[in-house]
Nanobody
Framework: EGQLVESGGGVVQPGGSLNLTCTTS????????MSWVRQAPGKGMEWLTG????????YYANSVKGRFTTSRDNAKNTVYLHLNSLKTEDTALYYC?????????????????????????WGQGTQVTVSL
């Protein structure tokens, strides 16, 4: 059973930065595309990023494009999210999620919002609070 553990959340002022880490185990990391998803208080899940299993292509929601960057280190079974120019509306619980790449395609990634049940594994989330 796959396990994902997010870390790096915290409290930051508007305009600040954070680095989130998602460490995985229990599945073949290189066969899975990875995403970051968040849930703000009182709101639904919002897909933020997708990166293919090679780490060669990344995709972003319009709300974070140009401010957030995702990457992965397949040697460490880890995916990262760098949050820059943070806004109060970025306050949320941030999750990483894994989805098996169809036919093992290393170039496939989640490129748009998908229902949460479409992902194979989820982490428990890390809280990001942007406040003065």
């Amino acid at each position: 059973e796959g396990q994902l553990v997010e870390s790096g959340g915290g409290v930051v002022q508007p305009g600040g930065s954070l680095n989130l880490t998602c460490t995985t185990s229990g599945f073949t990391f290189t066969k899975f595309a990875m995403s970051w998803v968040r849930q703000a208080p009182g709101k639904g899940m919002e897909w933020l990023t997708g990166i293919n299993s090679r780490g060669s292509s990344a995709y972003y929601a319009n709300s974070v494009k140009g401010r957030f960057t995702t990457s992965r280190d397949n040697a460490k079974n880890t995916v990262y999210l760098h949050l820059n120019s943070l806004k109060t509306e970025d306050t949320a619980l941030y999750y990483c999620a894994a989805k098996y790449s169809p036919d093992g395609c290393k170039y496939w990634a989640v490129t748009k919002p998908v229902p949460p049940h479409k992902f194979d594994y989820w982490g428990q989330g890390t809280q990001v609070t942007v406040s003065l």
